[in-house]
């Protein structure tokens, strides 16, 4: 570390990525950690922020966690890790709830949560507040972020990389670009949480800012990476010349709609038995 740059705060745990997967970890800590919140926009941009179909969980009476696996390992095509699905659906119903006891408004009908229907699950198990979900997330987790005195914001602060130490390359802080000055921030514990890199791609439905930071940050300093090939690529955005391809919702699909190609042909029954 440079010695003219002086160490300008130090925390118990460092969050990188003030998307849902940041503000969820931050809000997941402990009270009494002091936690850093660092995000290279402001905390209101992230993909999170632009998610629109919803969130599927098997939360309804007529729905269960093992029917909600099934479905997910029939749309993984065989390449879901079982435990990973698993966790995933057993974990899905308590994390929800979680976000319901924060007052997110997911839309409702006279019996209770609204469900929906989207591609792949064989029953309407997807909570959504209209097609704006991820707005709905973000200003819910941003709001509960905001009453945490423990946890302190840097917004508009690029993270370069994890400050190592030289002996042991064990990470000790990051690296962060403020108002155009280096600083160092100092904590044991260091969350990458930087979201997706589509913008890698020559067409992507990302943000701008998905530009897959974390990855190289974690390459960079000797971290493992894997499963590098799963990139999500959304099957259905607006494709106008000079415009951004905004995605079109899945609930489309879900509700009815079905993909074709130039010459009226279903072709992704093509690919998978599954898929419309
Ligand atoms: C249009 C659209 C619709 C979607 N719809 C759905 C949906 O209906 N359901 C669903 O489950 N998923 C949906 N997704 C996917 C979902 O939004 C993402 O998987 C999810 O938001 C990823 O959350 P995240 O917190 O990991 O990353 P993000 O929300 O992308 O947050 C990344 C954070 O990291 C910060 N960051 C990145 N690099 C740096 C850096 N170098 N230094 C500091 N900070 C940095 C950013 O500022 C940001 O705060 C959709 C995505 C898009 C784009």
């Not at 990188?16 to 940041?22: I, S």
């Not at 009908?109 to 989207?118: I, K, P, Q, R, S």
């Not at 800012?209 to 590098?228: E, P």
């Not at 079905?258 to 279903?266: I, V």
Request: a negative charge; charged letters at 15%.
């Amino acid at each position: 570390m440079p010695t003219s740059i002086p160490i300008a705060d130090c925390f118990d745990v460092l969050i990188v990525g003030g998307g849902a997967a940041g503000l969820y970890a931050a809000l997941s800590l402990p009270g009494d950690l002091r936690v850093g919140l660092i995000t290279k926009e402001a905390l209101s941009l992230s993909a999170s922020g632009w998610a629109q179909g919803g969130i599927a969980v098997a939360l309804d009476s007529s729905d269960s966690p093992a029917l909600h696996a099934k479905d997910t390992i029939v749309a993984g095509n065989g390449l879901c890790e079982p435990e990973a699905v698993q966790f995933l659906v057993e974990q899905a119903p308590a994390q929800v709830k979680v976000l319901l006891e924060m007052g997110i408004a997911f839309d409702r009908t006279a019996e209770g949560l609204a469900f929906t229907l989207e591609a792949a699950h064989s029953r309407p198990r997807v909570l959504h507040s209209a097609d704006t979900t991820g707005r709905a997330l973000i200003q819910t987790l941003t709001h509960q972020v905001w009453q945490r005195p423990n946890i302190k914001v840097l917004a508009q602060a690029f993270t370069l990389g994890l400050w190592t130490r030289p002996q042991t390359s064990s990470c000790q802080g990051i690296c962060v670009m403020v108002e155009g000055e280096i600083r160092w921030l100092r904590a044991p514990t260091v969350i990458l949480a930087t979201g997706g890199g589509g913008q890698v791609y020559a067409q992507t439905t990302n943000p701008e800012l998905s530009t897959g930071d974390g990855v190289a940050i974690a390459w960079r300093s000797g971290a493992q990476l894997r499963d590098l090939e799963f990139f999500q690529f959304h099957p259905t955005a607006l494709t106008v010349p000079g415009a951004p391809h905004f995605l079109i919702s899945e609930a489309v699909r879900g509700e009815g709609a079905h993909l074709l190609d130039s010459h009226q042909h279903r072709f992704m029954f093509d690919y998978h038995l599954w898929a419309n």
